[in-house]
């Protein structure tokens, strides 16, 4: 089993920065692969980045890319959100997910914490 934890989410206006952190714990072989995800009132659930936690590897939506950035603490078992420039069609509930493998940029997660809360206003 793998139990995650997402912590920093908030209000925030265009232009501003927050930072997500996702503590994980459980076995370390099914949570390899660690995503972000967000879903927005209305609209389905989508990957936003993903990072291999063993690889190194990152990949990040063009919606989000040169703005955010995935990484990985191994030591402290968490994974993070850096996201700058932030826009108020950014505001979604975003979650943090985790599974095993290495094909780490899908919608097929199985572990997911509760999700945290971003509002970017204009």
């Known amino acids: 089993q793998v139990q995650l934890v997402e912590s920093g989410g908030g209000s925030v206006q265009a232009g501003g920065s927050l930072r997500l952190s996702c503590a994980a714990s459980?076995?370390?072989?099914?949570?390899?692969?660690m995503g972000w995800f967000r879903q927005a009132a209305g609209e389905e659930r989508e990957v936003i980045a993903a990072?291999?936690?063993?690889?190194?590897?990152?990949r990040h939506a063009d919606s989000v890319k040169g703005r955010f950035a995935i990484s990985v603490d191994n030591a402290k078992n968490t994974v993070y959100l850096q996201m700058n420039s932030l826009r108020p069609e950014d505001t979604a509930m975003y979650y943090c997910?985790?599974?095993?493998?290495?094909?780490?940029?899908?919608?097929?997660?199985?572990?997911w914490g509760q999700g945290t809360q971003v509002t970017v206003s204009s």
């Open positions: 997910a985790a599974k095993p493998g290495d094909y780490c940029y899908t919608n097929e997660y199985v572990y």
């Open positions: 459980g076995n370390s072989v099914n949570r390899r692969c």
């Open positions: 990072i291999d936690t063993v690889a190194g590897g990152t």
